[in-house]
């Protein structure tokens, strides 16, 4: 069986396709002999921070605040290391009301850029639906990571593609009723906000940056592939973790999953609507991550309580045959058959009416037992997230938001 493997991926793109707003000329700068980027004195460009808000112009760009952060003015969790002095710029681009709901939109940003600067750019694409300026630190991917790119000397940008998230709970998606905003947050706030960045980053340092970086997970991989195809030309790398590719159809994929779930839940008696988490416990799943970790926790030939070989453990586990059949009701020791059934089609891919594929299988993996999981599949693919990113952010929603509050 196929499946993505969804997890780190460092992505370098050699093609170039166009697509990205063009602000700036390709101008590299010095370089050590050790390969090391030369660092660039703020004082050549601009000789105080706060003089930044003056000197800067760029086309429907305003700097709305502009401040020296000291030396170990921050400190991160799991970084043992103070945040270095660096010049804190917050803005927006492309101010406007918009005709269809007659809200303010905008692409905000906020940019941290290093007085001890490695000469390089680091754009920070954040996850979700976006909505807000996730802090310009640079984080790098992975569990615990214990430095970022702005420790590492790395001038840095983040965003929220366009859109404010508004209060109450479809506050996530409302902003999709508005077409400028839902293509800003698809794919124009990097190709608007990047050469903005870099004439920036030329305004104060007085260069531009020898490398320029986009990186990201889940929404933001996607971000990072996106700029990729368009903006090709304007990065030297691209650092995509486990991008959310074709998200339409990956929210419609949860939705048809929400459909099998409901077959094996009991009726809320809140809502009178199936309680989708309550097709599988706590200890159900348990039941269903040890039988994968018996049955693969070997194929990479150390027995360590890791699966390794994630590829080989697909075909070696059979939720029908590894999986204990209950006779009667499940109690964490066995699954239903028709568990077992919800399981199997859920991991193999929703598919349509025709038996057609409609987006990626999903691989079994010991992690089916974490909240996260369950969180993932219970709680955001019933309300709000997914039914709103389909009906807001990826179709033409409708004009009244309130035809879609109403969810249980």
């Given at each position: 069986m196929k499946y993505e493997k969804?997890?780190?991926?460092?992505?370098?793109?050699?093609?170039?396709?166009?697509?990205?707003?063009?602000?700036?000329?390709?101008?590299?700068?010095g370089v050590s002999p050790d390969g090391v980027p030369t660092q660039a004195v703020p004082s050549k460009a601009v000789a105080v921070c706060t003089d930044l808000g003056k000197a800067f112009r760029y086309p429907n760009a305003e700097l709305t605040s502009v401040s020296l952060v000291p030396e170990g003015t921050l400190s991160l969790p799991g970084i043992n290391d103070p945040m270095p002095e660096h010049c804190l710029v917050k803005g927006k681009m492309n101010e406007r009301v918009s005709k269809v709901d007659g809200k303010r939109y905008a692409i905000g940003f906020e940019m941290r850029l290093p007085t001890s600067w490695n000469g390089r750019f680091f754009y920070q694409a954040n996850g979700g639906l976006d909505g807000r300026v996730v802090n310009a630190y640079g984080d790098i991917l992975g569990g615990g990571p214990t430095s970022n790119g702005l420790l590492k000397g790395f001038a840095v940008i983040s965003s929220d593609a366009g859109h404010q998230m508004e209060e109450g709970p479809i506050g996530d998606g409302v902003f999709g009723i508005d077409p400028q905003a839902r293509i800003d947050y698809g794919y124009n706030a990097v190709a608007q906000l990047t050469p903005m960045a870099k004439n920036l980053i030329r305004t104060y340092y007085g260069r531009l940056p020898d490398k320029s970086y986009i990186v990201g997970t889940s929404n933001g991989g996607r971000h990072a592939m996106v700029a990729a195809s368009r903006c090709a030309d304007q990065y030297d790398g691209f650092l995509a973790g486990s991008p959310g590719f074709n998200l339409p159809k990956a929210?419609?994929?949860?939705?048809?999953?929400?459909q099998q779930y409901r077959s094996v839940s009991e009726t809320s008696a809140k809502t009178n609507r199936p309680d989708v988490s309550t097709s599988f416990s706590a200890a159900d799943l348990q039941l269903v991550s040890g039988s994968i970790l018996g049955k693969c926790d070997v194929l990479d030939g150390l027995a360590d309580n890791i699966v390794s070989d994630?590829?080989?453990?697909?075909?070696?586990?059979?939720?029908?045959?590894?999986?204990?059949?209950?006779?009667?009701?499940?109690?964490?020791?066995c699954l239903t058959k028709s568990q077992k059934e919800v399981l199997a089609k859920v991991h193999a891919g929703a598919k349509n009416s025709a038996g057609q594929s409609l987006y990626a299988s999903f691989p079994w993996d010991v992690g089916i037992s974490s909240s996260a999981w369950r969180t993932w599949k219970f709680a955001n693919s019933t309300g709000p997230r997914d039914p709103l990113a389909v009906g807001f952010v990826f179709m033409t929603p409708p004009v009244q938001p309130t035809l879609l509050t109403g969810h249980g």
């Open positions: 969804r997890w780190f991926a460092a992505i370098m793109i050699v093609f170039l396709l166009s697509g990205c707003a063009r602000g700036v000329g390709v101008k590299k700068a929210a419609v994929a949860q939705l048809w999953g929400v994630i590829e080989k453990c697909q075909s070696a586990f059979n939720i029908e045959n590894d999986v204990p059949t209950c006779s009667g009701p499940p109690d964490g020791k």
